[in-house]
């Protein structure tokens, strides 16, 4: 995340751009007198965009996933 510093005047004149930047991900810091009084954030970060099938291939499920375990595994005895 980047960050911009304003002054006052320049904050009241811009206000509107500098909410888009807000808005954007970019930190607004307002300054009076060149020391820093507030800073301009966005209530909720962006949202990152979706790429659909992104991992499309990589995970498997095993042909017998949804068999029923056997009496080793429910009675402790042996491995699995």
């Known amino acids: ?4 510093t304003v002054n ?3 904050a009241k004149t811009h206000l509107s751009e500098l909410l888009a930047l807000a808005l954007a991900g970019e930190e607004v ?7 820093p ?3 301009l954030v966005p209530l909720e970060a962006p ?3 979706r790429i659909f099938g992104l991992h499309r291939g990589e995970f498997g499920i095993s042909s017998d996933f949804d068999e029923p375990l056997p009496d080793a595994f429910w009675l402790g005895n042996g491995a699995i």
């Open 37 to 39: 009084i507030a800073r």
């Open 1 to 4: 995340m980047s960050t911009r």
């Open 8 to 10: 006052i005047h320049e």
């Open 47 to 49: 949202r990152k965009k």
């Open 29 to 35: 810091v307002i300054a009076k007198a060149n020391k």
